[in-house]
Nanobody, 126 residues
Framework: QVELAEAGGGLIQAGGSLKLSCAPS????????MGWFRQQTGKQREFVAA????????VYADSVKGRFIVSRDILKNTLYLQMNNLKPEDTAVYYC???????????????????WGQGTQVTVSA
């Protein structure tokens, strides 16, 4: 059974930083695009960031560009999201996601990701 386990969420004051991690189990995604999405209360899930299989290429939502950094450690089979200068509007449940196929282009489309974690809550207080 394939699982994606997020960790690192919590309560933080505006302007602070958090680092999320995502550790797959049951298979590796060493040749697949992985990404982060988030869902704010009462809203649809939205794209945050994605990284290519080798970590060499990334894409970000405009709302987080310049503040968040997505990365991955291939040897540890772990995905990360470094979140800096957090704002109250960043409050959401953050989900890790992975594409099934190998060597595919980066994508921000939710339907392109087949595997999802359970999510980790990030709350930013003003």
């Amino acid at each position: 059974q394939v699982e994606l386990a997020e960790a690192g969420g919590g309560l933080i004051q505006a302007g602070g930083s958090l680092k999320l991690s995502c550790a797959p189990s049951g298979r590796t995604f060493s040749k697949s695009v992985m990404g982060w999405f988030r869902q704010q209360t009462g809203k649809q899930r939205e794209f945050v960031a994605a990284v290519q299989w080798d970590g060499g290429d990334t894409v970000y939502a405009d709302s987080v560009k310049g503040r968040f950094i997505v990365s991955r450690d291939i040897l540890k089979n772990t995905l990360y999201l470094q979140m800096n200068n957090l704002k109250p509007e960043d409050t959401a449940v953050y989900y890790c996601a992975a594409r099934t196929d190998r060597y595919t282009p980066l994508t921000s489309r939710e339907r392109d990701y087949s595997y999802w974690g359970q999510g980790t809550q990030v709350t930013v207080s003003a």
